[in-house]
Each structure stands twice: as C-alpha cells, then as structure tokens.
C-alpha cells in the first residue's frame, strides 16, 4: 500500500525557534497533503490543505503566518512552526491523497512537538 | 472542523465483550471509515463503507452505515485487551483536494 513519512518523528525545541515537519509520499504522487493536529486526548483537527505549486488553504482560526506550508513537488509538503510557543506543543500528523486514483488519503505517522 | 461525534466518549468493558462505538456526521459523504489509534502513536486505518453499502466486516470488526440517519457503528465482538485503543470514523467526500474530517473518538478500554 502507499506509503507517507514523517520527519522527525519527535523533536523539543525552545520557546520562540522554529521547527520544520516534512511530509513525503514514498511510492505515489501526491498533488494534495493534508495537515492536521492534535493534541492530547483530542481527535485530529485539520489545519490546513496543501496543493503542489500553489498557496496552502487554511482552516478557519489556523493562523497562516505561524503555520508556513510549502508543498514544492508532487511527493514533499513541509510544515514550519515558526516562533514556537508552549501551547503549540502537539501532535502534528500529515496525509495524502494520491494523484488520480481513487483519492484515498494515506496517514503518515506523525511528529510530536514539545516546545519548552 | 469536525463532522461528527462519536459516543460514548468513553468505554470500558472486560475482555470478550462487544464494544460498539457510534458516529453522527452532518453532510453528504462518499465514504466513512474508521481508524484506530493507540496512545501517542499514529493511525490505523481499519475499514471503510462506502455511502451505497449498509454493512460491512472484517475479521471481528462489523461496520454499518445508515445514510438516512447520517450515522454509523462500529462493533468489535470478542474484545482483547489489545483493542484498547482510541477509535475515529472519518468522513470522506472524495473530491481531489477534501481531506477527511474526524469526529471526536471513542476511547476504549479493554480490561483482562
């Protein structure tokens, strides 16, 4: 089946740095990736849909300037937390849908963020 | 934004029990299915019923699906301990760039 990863799978950064997820399709093409977030015992919660070569459509109360989406090609979509705060510590997972086929959305396995 | 609910929120049963986990969602779909996931850990896709079937199973998971009622039930008969688990249904509509939204989860416990 297809396959999406994550990296990092956890990563703890410093109040205020910012913090890079990237997202890859492994054996598909992807024009669409998804993110959403999570936190603790709570459902996921999208935040943002990320089309290849064009500007990501965010959810409503999702700000754009904190949560940059870049999904230059057909197989990579990164997400940056910039200037991290506390309260963005959460579980970051990212999907995909595959190009022309079916659109199934594949999970990757997601990234803890923990900011201190 | 989320689609639906699930209910209960929560449940705890004893091993070999059934456990059946509910979900509402608001709009029209092309599929739904459920996911599980385990503390701190990712998703598990579990099974998916398209919105023109009424049921479906696989090994000990029976899934239904009422359009009419916007609605949907898991069941997991003879439980495990191994089940104990967050459970999710997802709503799908299908179209090139709609993800799937999730309702707020089930979380199960299965006592042995």
């Known amino acids: 089946g297809a396959v999406v990863s994550q990296h990092p799978s956890r990563v703890i950064c410093k109040s205020g740095t910012s913090v890079k997820i990237e997202c890859r399709s492994l054996?598909?093409?992807?024009?669409?990736m998804f993110w959403y977030r999570q936190f603790p015992k709570q459902s996921l919660m999208l935040m943002a849909t990320?089309?290849?070569?064009?500007?990501?459509?965010?959810e409503q109360g999702v700000e754009k300037d904190k949560f940059l989406i870049n999904h230059a090609s057909l197989t990579l979509s990164t997400l940056t937390v910039t200037s991290a705060h506390p309260e963005d510590s959460s579980f970051y997972i990212c999907?995909?849908?595959?190009?022309?086929?079916?659109?199934?959305?594949?999970f990757g396995p997601g990234t803890r963020l923990t900011v201190t | 934004s989320q689609q639906g609910e699930e209910d209960p929120q929560a449940l705890s049963i004893q091993e070999g029990e059934n456990a059946t986990m509910n979900c509402s969602y608001k709009?029209?779909?092309?599929?739904l299915q459920w996911y599980r996931q385990n503390s701190g850990r990712g998703l598990v896709h579990l099974i998916l019923?398209?919105?023109?079937?009424r049921e479906k199973h696989s090994g000990r998971l029976r899934v239904t699906l009422d359009t009419s009622k916007k609605s949907s039930s898991l069941l997991i008969t003879a439980s495990r301990a191994a089940d104990t688990a967050s459970y999710f249904c997802?709503?799908?509509?299908?179209?090139?760039?709609?993800?799937?939204?999730f309702g707020k989860g089930t979380t199960l416990s299965v006592s042995s």
């Open positions: 999907s995909a849908r595959e190009w022309g086929y079916s659109y199934e959305q594949y």
């Open positions: 054996d598909f093409q992807a024009t669409t």
């Open positions: 990320s089309n290849e070569g064009s500007k990501a459509t965010y």
């Open positions: 709009t029209s779909i092309n599929n």
């Open positions: 019923i398209r919105s023109n079937e």
């Open positions: 997802a709503t799908d509509v299908s179209q090139a760039g709609t993800a799937l939204i």
